[in-house]
């Protein structure tokens, strides 16, 4: 068994019914588990939107090692240390993309865009800083290791956990505020400077 994203529990449920699934490309979250043959290929894609979506891909075995895979034609992917220099295999660093699918940057976000699109000193271009670390393996493929940020993903979806704090801590009557993922859930804590409007706060 493992533990997929909402789409691909929803195609397995499918699977079920009419037996006739050969492969399975799941991504947009981190697999959790993987050690029984289901009876089809199962590929784990990873890919930024700001990369065109797939950027690595892999096949994986039950088992075996949760990957990410290997990049894919016409992409550069560097796992690079603070100073933005390759690390050895084995070594965690912060992966970094090239290549043609790298988008230009966010729409009228220039602060943004220059802190996460680079000029490539290895290869030319423009490369893109994920916040993803990651390490290679001996094989090629890459291993997810989490973000170096506050940003999470919960069913495939971007969430900063910083922005809903900033926002719970605008509220009148909150002091501070912490929130946290805990199965697939956001969870907030607060401290009381007044009374708080709960339904508000919840909203």
């Known amino acids: 068994s493992f533990l997929p994203t909402p789409v691909a529990e929803q195609a397995l449920r499918r699977e079920r019914q009419h037996p006739t699934l050969r492969t399975l490309l799941v991504g947009g979250d981190r697999l959790r588990q993987f050690d029984r043959d289901p009876g089809f290929v ?3 894609n990873y890919g930024p939107t700001e990369t ?12 075996g090692a949760l990957h990410i895979g ?5 992409t550069r992917v560097y796992v690079l240390d603070a100073q933005r220099q390759p690390v050895p295999v084995g070594v965690t660093g912060e992966l970094y993309i090239g290549g043609a699918q790298v988008a230009r940057g966010y729409f009228n976000r220039p602060d943004l865009s220059a802190e996460r699109f680079l ?3 290895f290869a030319g271009g423009r490369m893109y800083r994920t916040g993803d670390l990651v390490r290679w393996n001996a094989d090629g493929t890459l291993d997810y290791q ?7 993903k919960i069913r495939g979806v971007r969430v900063e956990l910083g922005e809903i704090e900033a926002a719970l801590k605008a509220l009148p009557g909150i002091a501070d505020a912490v929130v946290l993922v805990r199965d697939e859930r956001l969870l907030a804590w607060f401290t009381e400077a007044a009374a708080v409007d709960i339904e508000r706060l919840r909203e």
Do not use: F, I
């Open 146 to 152: 989490g973000r170096n940020d506050d940003q999470v």
């Open 119 to 121: 000029d490539d000193p």
């Open 52 to 63: 065109t979506v797939v950027a690595t891909s892999g096949q994986l075995q039950p088992g």
């Open 70 to 74: 290997k990049p894919t034609a016409n």
């Open 42 to 44: 199962l590929v784990n």
